[in-house]
């Protein structure tokens, strides 16, 4: 079985700053670029060529858009999130695509999706709360144009290669 999940991997002309942060409250900022997921890590025996016709024939049509991100909040007592502020409805639109046809039985409607880049995953309510302290002020912009998605595996370790990137 191969563990997959399809994502956006912005290209931020500051994205030091992210990983700054990244390096701080993320112990998996050495094995994955800050990224947008669009579909969550799932397991399967799906081959690479029907992952691929999927993928282009959901998103046929869909075009370059722009994402501009800004604050970082917390979610769910531990995570720590940088906010998408431009370009969510087309993030979702994409996420709502692929989510169709094969990969329709992965979809989970257990948590509400907001589109973000994970910057901290913490431990213990008083750690989480300090993080969320830290980052108050941590207000800079990042922008990119988003003009393609990228298929990674996900091997057994946590760390993850590129195996496909659909331009769009």
Excluded: W
């Amino acid at each position: 079985m191969i563990n997959r999940s399809i994502c956006i991997f912005p290209e931020f002309n500051n994205v030091e700053e992210i990983e700054g942060l990244r390096e701080k409250y993320d112990q998996l900022h050495s094995f994955i670029a800050p990224h947008i997921t669009l579909i969550h890590p799932f397991k399967g025996s799906l081959l690479k060529g029907e992952l691929i016709d999927h993928i282009q024939d959901s998103l046929i049509g869909f075009k370059p858009f722009e994402i501009r991100c800004q604050n970082v909040t917390g979610a769910d007592g531990h995570y720590l999130f940088l906010n998408i502020k431009k370009g969510n409805d087309h993030i979702i639109e994409l996420r709502d695509r692929l989510y169709r046809g094969i990969l329709k039985r992965h979809y989970t409607r257990e948590l509400s999706y907001i589109p973000h880049v994970t910057v901290g995953k913490l431990n213990g309510e008083e750690t989480f709360q300090k993080a969320l302290h830290d980052t108050e002020e941590f207000n800079t912009e990042f922008t990119s144009i988003v003009y393609k998605i990228s298929v990674e595996q996900i091997d057994e370790d946590g760390t993850s290669m590129i195996e496909y990137e659909y331009y769009f």
